[in-house]
T-cell receptor
Framework: QKEVEQNSGPLSVPEGAIASLNCTYSDRGSQSFFWYRQYSGKSPELIMFIYSNGDKEDGRFTAQLNKASQYVSLLIRDSQPSDSATYLCAVNMIAGGTSYGKLTFGQGTILTVHP | DAGVTQSPTHLIKTRGQQVTLRCSPKSGHDTVSWYQQALGQGPQFIFQYYEEEERQRGNFPDRFSGHQFPNYSSELNVNALLLGDSALYLC????????????FGPGTRLTVL
């Protein structure tokens, strides 16, 4: 079992729709969860992070965390063609009591928003 | 305010050679982490430097080593290059008191022939 799993996609949604991206993780001790966006040929860009169970909203983006199910998701409302990118889920796992911010990434989900 | 910078942008080496990649963190940041991203995969943690010491390490062989300088900039060294070392090497900087906010540099694309 991979430590952080994402559906590689591609996920295709029409412009204006809601895109839903999902991620599961294996370490129950994980504390922080991140979503990064990566355009082709570029480096990852932090979209948002979440610590607590529930929802966290930032503009068109909503992160949802369910620690009991070891599941985190990202919703993108009113999707735009410029949102087309690879979305990386990352988890800050605890090893030996400390993590120092080490991020464990999933393989990423390719999102395509078509006009 | 300059963001994270990395050099060089691209690099081509042959098997067995050695390579040094460089990273300057964002202003105000004191912690540098290095990641390797193979094509089609998520980044993998190599190691992290803080106060000029390697603080944490991922599952990478000793061929991968690093250094952090007093000005917080960092180098990643890879010896005895293998074809499988071809990847995008990413540097991420953060502030030790806010390690959750890591900002990535543009990366160095290494090709090993």
């Amino acid at each position: 079992q991979k430590e952080v799993e994402q559906n590689s996609g591609p996920l295709s949604v029409p412009e204006g729709a809601i895109a839903s991206l999902n991620c599961t993780y294996s370490d129950r001790g994980s504390q922080s969860f991140f979503w990064y966006r990566q355009y082709s040929g570029k480096s990852p860009e932090l979209i948002m992070f979440i610590y607590s169970n529930g929802d966290k909203e930032d503009g068109r983006f909503t992160a949802q965390l369910n620690k009991a199910s070891q599941y985190v998701s990202l919703l993108i409302r009113d999707s735009q063609p410029s949102d087309s990118a690879t979305y990386l889920c990352a988890v800050n796992m605890i090893a030996g009591g400390t993590s120092y911010g080490k991020l464990t990434f999933g393989q990423g989900t390719i999102l395509t928003v078509h006009p | 305010d300059a963001g994270v910078t990395q050099s060089p942008t691209h690099l081509i080496k042959t098997r067995g050679q050695q390579v040094t990649l460089r990273c300057s963190p964002k202003s105000g940041h004191d912690t540098v982490s290095w990641y390797q991203q193979a094509l089609g995969q998520g980044p993998q943690f190599i190691f992290q430097y803080y106060e000029e010491e390697e603080r944490q390490r991922g599952n990478f062989p000793d061929r991968f080593s690093g250094h952090q300088f007093p000005n917080y900039s960092s180098e990643l060294n890879v010896n005895a290059l293998l074809l499988g070392d071809s990847a995008l090497y990413l540097c991420a900087s953060s502030w030790d008191q806010a390690l959750n906010e890591q900002f990535f540099g543009p990366g160095t694309r290494l090709t090993v022939l």
